[in-house]
């Protein structure tokens, strides 16, 4: 994967954005990785909105969304990205705890690129990770601002 | 052929009659023997009037009385009739007609007794060629009225003479003060010959008194001038026996023209005027002249030498008055001559008896009793008879007449007769009245009543003379004049000849046929037409009978020739009917015995078949004990057969009134009886009530008549029927139900009477009952049923398009819907009831009410507050009917159920997240520090690396340990938390409820004391308003407001004075509160998440397990409450929970 792609973490729990973190890592991807605790603060940084760190123009981004989140939850930040037409071609991974068929069929409609369960047995998990840095790993991510 | 044959004889007949006909009329009305007998002298009396009028009668009385029973004499009369007709060529037909009669051989007349004048003036032109060997005297003529001096050679009489001025004067004596004196006379020519002879004599009284001539006056006119006189008027009544234009009056009625003023002095020169309301005078009598007439007859008959009788004889007049006349006007016995004759003395008598008496007793009972006249005392009040002698109870036909009314004897025949003698104000006066006697027949009286006392009761004494016979006579004509303008002309034609014969018959006096006509035409008419068979029968002591005479029209009618008939009476009485011949038998014998007239209606067998003969004849008793009778017979079977045609007719009637499929009857409506009633009515009754009387036979129990009986509504104030009046009645007698039909019809005798039509509706309202009673059931039902129903139906625009729809009916239930008073809405429109135009579905109602294809809607109704399933049907186009049921019910268990669900849904959310999550963690970091152990179990077991690489190796690795077990273990307080929430939110829902009312004032302070430590830690201001009352779990509703205010006091706004303010208000039945504060408030898109379970905005930032608002939306749901949230961010919020409100207080 390109090294210029930054990954977006989204995650309230921050054990889960530990887990996420190393297995990453031990999936060999090493890409510059921003970790936010909720809906919010990740809507703040990529609609540049509020006090926080804001996107930079010209960098690759892939979001790890995590679907319950304090303030904004997941699923409200997927649907503002994909209506936002800079950030539409933006990857936008949607992590969960829940297997609710429904919920996934919702995201795939709001226009999520993946979708990753975060199963309790920590080896699927592990797996589930792994399969996305592979993911990542082939995928061309597209530059912010329609530069690539 | 046989009708034909019956026109042909018929004409044969009428030829022959042409030809005979004045010889067999002349035949037929000769009442005494017609055969000629060797030695006896034939005397023929002309009279010119008939029986009946009084002059002549007393004339021909006072002949017949000194040669009617002499020895070879035969005596016969005939009249001239010229009373009525006097023109010329009526009497060139008589001339014939006697021509005929008294030229015959064996049939001379040997002397004529004229008298009257017109008789004398016949004598006179017609002697030479009808009795030229005839001796004639006259009567009944005045000296004026001689046309030429009297030939002695055959005619000689007496003259009339008049007593003017003896009358007159005593007139004046009776009435000194008089001062007028009007004459009244007729045009007749005997009037005017009266009225010539007394001219001069009236001459003398000019200048004594004013002298009036009422000569030749109409009779309306006079009679209007007398009744305008006064009492200082006498009348001299003369004789008025033709008015001017030809009209006869009868001598009675030309006296009661005079007369017509009860309070003038009347007086005449004839004495048959007296009576009447004449007082009398000083007259000539009829009896005296005919019978001085008859005298010198004899003498003429039995004295070869005519010319002795040249001298002219005049008979001396007398006074005759009127006793009951004298009394009323007051005129005292003293003033009448000795001599003079008293008529009517009896009742004079009477009443000075009673007057001699003093009032007291008039005349001893026995005079009572035995009286020869009828006598009756009655009471004067009431009319009651209270004593009748022998006599009154012979007249009468009663055994006894005590205890009657005269109301039950009287005939009042029109308003006209007198009311009856027991009346007030009593007239002590003649009356003339009618009664009916027990036999059923009416007789004339004339009634002298005058109240008498016996004690000191005041009784009415009546006597009474049957007057009969004269009023009959007097009536006949005029009766029959009317009947015969009443007729058809072609049964005029008809009648005409059977009244000309019947008058004769009745008189028994023989009279021209002709007399009734003035025209040939008419007289051929009547020869041709005439039905009767004119005869004379005899039947002798022994009981052989036989016909003297019969008229050709026998054969005609009987179809036996008329010499056998006059040969062999037998034979015409083989003819009858076996089974008549017992009863004309007895009535035969009974008319002989009785001399009663004869009236008979029989059967004969004749060539034409069976014919019915109507028999009238009048018996006369000869010398040797013959009985005689002078009669008709009338075919009548046509008659009888238009009778029977109309019974025909009628039975055709009766036939429709019995095929019509109702009752029908006709009754009195005074007296109620039953005059008529159709089959089906005598069916229903199973008996023959007509002649009952309604009331007491058609209803029952009734104990007069019923108070429904609607006689009252059948007529109008004039009296005159109305329209048919229609309605319904239930029988009292069979219970059965009739629709009726009444109406008021004019009856045959001319009385109005009811008519009912009566149809059997029993069936009808048997099943309007049975409909009535289901119609009910349905009705109790509908309006008992829970469903709410109303009908309706569609109101349409002048385009035909639905706008609206209009309720027709509803039950019970639909008010209790709609809160509305059934009036309230029936009739109304669904716009108006439902204040919504359009109403609500309209559309959905207007397919059904079109189509008639059932729908069904389920929807809730925002006016009612409920919502509805509502089935609507169509039971008619344009009609619908919605059924409605309340369905509120099971959508507020369907919202609680959906809210459990959503309760479910997110403890399910909660589960496969909030449960996971700290799962994910707890195996995840578990892993990670299994890895770490498996790091380090494999630098032991190489063991190669030393204890200082080890530790290395271990030291780096401890901040990664450290980190999965601080995510660890705060994972697994983590899950202790939310499993805690759960069990703390399930317990909050299933905690027992116990709704009081409650007090909100207390409650908060409660709250706020409990929570007294954070208010003062955080330095908050709290508001608290007064607060309404309302339904709610005390400790569940504590539990709201603590969480709602903690919250309020969790996210205070750093930056400025907290403020919470609590207020409360009942709004629409709720009782709402609201907990405001000014912190940092909730931004719009997480304010619908802020009541989900474990959510919660800034978990880092604030404590709790975001469980609170869960808890209050559940408590409030479950306390029938709702809550909701208005807030802004960093301005604050507003947290609103409504409660049911207190009913009894607020």
Known sequence: MNQEVVILVAEDDEGHAGLIRRNLVRAGITNKLILFKDGQEVSNFLFKDGDGPHREVGVSYILLLDIRMPKLDGTEVLKKVKADSELRKMPVIMITTTDDPREVEHCHLLGCSNYITKPVEYDAFVNAVRQLGLFLSVVQIPKVNGSH | MKGYMRITDRQAFIRRTRQTAVWMVCLCLISTGVAAEVGVRRVLVLQSYYQGYPQADAIQRGITDILGSRDGIELSVEYLDAFHHSDDRYISHLTDLYYHKFTEPGSKVDLVIAVDYQAYTFCLEGRAKLFPDAFVVFCGLDESGLK??????????????????????????????????????????????????????????????????????????????????????????????QDPTGKAFLPPEGARLATVNPRLLVLALNEEDISNGIVGGKVNQGYAQGAEAARVALRVLEEPDKTKFSEISRVENRYVFDSVILRKLGIRKEKIPDEALLLNSNFEQLITQREGSGGQSFFSYEIFEEHSMVMVLSEPETGIIIEANRKARDFYGYPDLVGQSWADILYVESEERASPAGVEDFNPDMDRQIHRISDGSLRNLLVYSSEVKIGDTPVLFSILSDITDQVYAEETIFVQEKRLRNMTIHTAVLMVSIIAVLIYLLYSRKRSFQALQSSEQKYRQIAENAPATVFQFQMSREGRYSFPYISTVASEMTGIPKEKITENAASIMQIIYPEDVPEFMTKIRESAKSLSYFFHVFRCNTLKGTIWIEARATPNRLKDGTTQWNGFLVDITERIISEKRIQESNNRLITVMNSIDAIVYIADMETYELLFVNEDLLKAWGRDIIGQTCWKTIQSGMDGPCPFCTNHLLLDAAGNPKEVYQWEIKNSTNGKWYDCRDRAIRWIDGRMVRMEIATDITERKEAERALFESENKFRTLFSSMSEMVALHELVFDAHGKFVDYRITDCNEAYTFLTGMEKEQMIGKLGSEVYRSDPPPFLDDYAEVALTGKPNHIETFFPLFNRYLSVSIVSPEKNKFATVATDISEIKRAEKTIEEKNEELEQIIYVASHDLRSPLVNVDGYSRELE??????????????????????????ALPDINEALKHIRTSARQMDALLKGLLRLSRSGRAALNIVALDMDALLRAVLSSLDYQITTSGVQIRLSPLPSCLGDEIQITQVFSNLIGNALKFLDGRRQGVITITGAVEKGCSVYCVEDNGIGIAPEHQENIFQLFHRLNPQKTEGEGLGLTIVKQIVFRNGGKVWVRSEINQGSRFYVSLPMNPHKN
């Open chain 2, 148 to 241: 030429t001096p009297t030939d002695p050679t055959y005619m000689t009489g007496i003259f009339r003479t008049y007593s003017l001025k003896e009358t007159v004067d005593i007139g004046l004596s009776f009435k000194p003060e008089a001062e007028n004196l009007a004459v009244v006379s007729g045009s007749s020519p005997a009037d005017q010959a009266l009225y010539a002879s007394v001219k001069d004599h009236l001459a003398k009284y000019r200048g004594v008194l004013n002298l009036i001539e009422l000569v030749q006056f109409e009779a309306q006119a006079l009679k209007e001038f007398l009744i305008g006189q006064q009492e200082n008027t006498i009348v001299l009544y003369l004789s008025y026996s």
């Open chain 2, 931 to 956: 890895y770490t152990v498996d790091d380090f179990q494999k630098v032991l077991e190489t063991g190669a690396h030393g204890s200082e690489r080890v530790e290395t190796i271990v030291r780096s």
